[in-house]
């Protein structure tokens, strides 16, 4: 990659990921639908890890978990009662989301754009449901909770809904990173018939 092609991966990764980042922030309601709010971040995260391999699904991982925790990190309730941001749970979670997106599907079916939309549903679905299992076992032994959603509740009102949303969310965002880039006509030099060279080395871990 030469130096034009690599500035012009920083500008637009730059760009797509402030603006994911910021418009899920400050315009929530707008990109929502049934009830839920697209999760950008989370979609981004998995589009570039699933198209463009295991490299730039860490750094963009990264720097958008980074975000996510500056911007809407998790509050948890500290010794005196007291809320107490909790910072680096985005971070690494998007990390691995990151990372698993570059290698789920990978040898069977390499990295066709369509199954782009069913990694997003598949991601979505692990990432809320264990979501809901953590919030339920803090709660649990912060003995703060009489009882939980129900799994009704959490399956058609809260995991479905977000998971429809975050497929339709994709989409666009799809379209854009296969037509503008950051690499031109959507494909990174690196990979070969699906993989990359930093890819393989997961194969031997």
């Known amino acids: 990659m030469n130096k034009k092609e690599r500035a012009r991966q920083i500008i637009l990764y730059a760009v797509y990921i402030t603006s994911v980042c910021c418009l899920q922030v400050t315009f929530p309601h707008v990109f929502g639908f049934f009830g839920r709010t ?8 998995v589009l570039s890890g699933y198209l463009f ?20 990190g998790p509050v948890i309730t ?61 709660l649990k032994m912060s003995r703060n909770i009489a009882s939980y959603h129900s799994i009704r509740y959490i399956l058609l009102s809260s995991i479905f809904p977000q998971i429809l949303v975050n497929v339709i969310a994709a989409i666009p965002i799809l379209l854009l990173l296969r037509f503008v880039g950051p690499y031109k006509k959507g494909i990174k030099s690196g990979l070969v018939d699906g993989y990359s060279v930093e890819d393989r080395r997961w194969q031997k871990i």
């Not at 998007?94 to 754009?113: A, D, P, Q």
């Not at 692990?126 to 339920?136: A, E, F, K, P």
């Open 38 to 45: 697209c999760d950008l971040m989370l979609v981004f995260v």
């Open 53 to 72: 391999g295991t490299i730039d699904g860490i750094v963009v991982g990264l720097l958008v978990g980074m975000l996510r925790d500056y911007f809407s």
């Open 78 to 138: 500290g010794m005196n009662n007291a809320p107490v941001a909790v910072l680096g749970i985005g971070l690494l979670a998007f990390l691995y989301v990151g990372i698993l997106s570059s290698i789920l599907f990978r040898t069977r079916f390499r990295r066709k754009y369509t199954l782009g939309l069913v990694q997003v549903a598949m991601v979505s679905a692990m990432y809320y449901s264990l979501g809901h299992i953590l919030s339920w076992l803090y």
